[in-house]
């Protein structure tokens, strides 16, 4: 009895231990995980791959003009009504010309004024200093006449030295009188008040001029072919001069004034296409062209962009857009239409920045340098002689776990050797996933 306790106890036992092992083989990792670190492999795939800069931008108007007057007037008439399309020259407003028309008489009568005041003072003034000069001339002619008299008279000894010397001095001062009458006359017509009367008239008559384009402006029309956006005053209301009177829209002709990072700005050349949404329409399915890129860059804080400007292309109805409204842009930066494709993890760095994929060949992972190409918010384009679709990677899918670091060796498989490769190592950074635009 007792030997059959014994073995009942036995088989208890075992039973519990078994239970045991099993459990706790349950609850221990596999030996290619742990907390930080999986060992992933891929298989590189070829397929069509596109990346794409996502930013936000102003929708406006290409076509946009709010139209002002020089002058003060009255609202006489409105022919058309905010939110009307318009065609170029259609009548819009009209306004009083009751003030310009008097105005304009005023400045008429002002020119004539001052034309008949400038004409009467160069004939006065004129005739007083050629009067002037002509009675110096006659006395330097009579001086002239007595000193060549005395001077044969002084020689045959029939004029004392006195009478010369007078000769002498009166025909100095004959000559000196000539000259300041001949200054006189000249200045009268450069500096005295007729110049400046002139001037005046000039003027009067650029004010006349501007006055009659004023007369010309009373009748506010469409500059180009838009929707009216604005209008500013009603009937009967008093205008002031260069206020706003009216704003004309192209609402069929818009484009968006974005900007990018000057960290991202080497990727965009003009003619790159972007699709177009708003917050409204998430699916808008518009698309706009990059027309220019800016050559000096807005800073905000530490954050310097350059802006950029992209066309809505023709032949879309854009009627759901509106300028001023906020709109999402996603710029096509690149694509193509059979790329290596690896996941961002797969792909590490080097010490000198060179990176690289771990192919598996047999038992042995081998580093195989590659060029990064185009990214998505998934894969990332490898480029390399050495790589083609089917070929296995292995990788590991933690975030700050190097492969090296992995516990028995890189995911306990062996380096193997290949070309000037042999022995490497590759360096301990598992690599980042570059941010996805």
């Known amino acids: 009895m007792k030997h059959k306790k014994l ?20 609850q221990t990792p596999d030996t290619t995980t742990n907390d930080t670190n999986t060992q992933v492999s891929f298989e590189i795939r070829e397929i069509p791959l596109s990346e794409t800069y996502t930013t936000t931008g102003t929708i406006t108007a290409k076509n946009d003009q709010t139209i002002t007057v020089g002058f003060s007037s009255k609202v006489l008439e409105i022919y058309a009504e905010a939110g009307q399309t318009v065609k170029a020259g259609d009548p819009i407003m009209l306004l009083d010309d009751t003030d310009l028309n008097y105005d304009i008489a005023n400045a008429k009568y002002e020119i004539a004024t001052l034309e008949g005041t400038i004409k009467s003072s160069e004939a006065t003034g004129a005739t007083t200093h050629e009067n002037a000069l002509s009675e110096a001339q006659r006395n330097l002619d009579d001086a002239q006449k007595n000193y060549n008299d005395t001077k044969l008279l002084f020689e045959e000894g029939s004029a004392s030295q006195s009478e010369f010397d007078s000769a002498s001095t009166t025909l100095k001062n004959a000559v000196n009188k000539v000259t300041e009458a001949k ?12 110049a400046l009367s002139k001037t005046k008239l000039q003027l009067l008559q650029l004010n006349l001029e501007n006055l009659e384009a004023d007369l010309d402006n009373i009748l506010i029309v469409a500059p180009f072919d838009g929707t009216v956006a604005n209008l500013y005053y009603t009937v009967g209301e008093n205008v002031t001069e260069n206020s706003s009177l009216v704003q004309v829209t192209d609402l069929t002709n818009l484009q968006i004034e974005s900007n990018i990072s000057e960290y991202d700005v080497y990727k965009f050349k003009k003619g790159m296409s972007a699709s177009i949404s708003t917050l409204s329409n998430k699916n808008l399915g518009l698309t706009a062209t990059i027309t220019s890129i800016g050559v000096i860059g807005d800073v905000s804080g530490t954050e310097v962009s350059i802006p950029v400007t992209l066309a809505m292309d023709e032949g879309q109805d854009v009627s759901s857009l509106y300028p001023n409204f906020t709109a999402t842009v996603d710029i ?16 590490s ?11 598996q060949e047999g038992n042995n992972l081998v580093p195989i340098m590659v060029t990064k190409g185009i990214t ?36 306990g498989i062996g380096m193997g050797g290949r070309g000037d490769r042999s022995g490497g190592t590759p360096p301990a950074d598992g690599g980042t996933p570059p941010t996805s635009n």
Do not use: C, W
């Open 376 to 411: 998505n918010e998934i894969y990332v384009e490898v480029i390399s002689d050495e790589l083609a679709a089917g070929d296995m990677i292995a990788y590991a899918s933690s975030s700050g776990t190097s492969l090296d670091k992995a516990q028995g060796g890189l995911f």
């Open 183 to 194: 200054n006189a006359l000249n200045s009268y017509y450069a500096k005295d008040e007729i």
């Open 7 to 26: 073995i009942v106890i036995l088989l208890i036992v075992i039973v519990v231990g078994a239970a045991g092992i099993t459990y706790f083989r349950g």
């Open 332 to 347: 096509l930066v690149s694509e193509s239409p059979s790329a290596l494709v690896v996941p961002f993890e797969a792909v």
């Open 349 to 359: 760095e080097d010490a000198d920045g060179n990176h690289y994929v771990l192919k």
